[in-house]
């Protein structure tokens, strides 16, 4: 039998991408910034290269999520399945 999905809110299609973003910036932000020294008081500050790092991050958890496994973190956490 084929499988028929479920509409998903929107709601749930909006916080997806914004929790997805969040996470992978202050967690790949602070692996970054613990690996490269870059650590502060308040958090991390990242410039230069290990900037560019976290962007490259951020834009392979959507490409990578989306097309090679079936969605982000988030997106699996919220879209049912």
């Known amino acids: 039998m084929a499988e028929t999905s479920k509409p998903v809110a929107t709601w ?43 962007l490259a991050l951020i834009v392979i958890n959507f490409v990578a999520g989306n097309k090679y496994l079936g969605g982000t973190i988030w997106q699996r956490v919220l879209y049912p399945r």
Request: net charge positive.
């Open 12 to 54: 749930r299609r909006i916080a997806a991408p914004i929790l997805d973003f969040i996470t992978v910036f202050f967690g790949g932000g602070y692996a970054i910034g613990a690996l490269t020294g870059r650590l502060t008081a308040d958090g991390f500050k990242l410039e230069g290269m290990p900037a560019l790092i976290l």
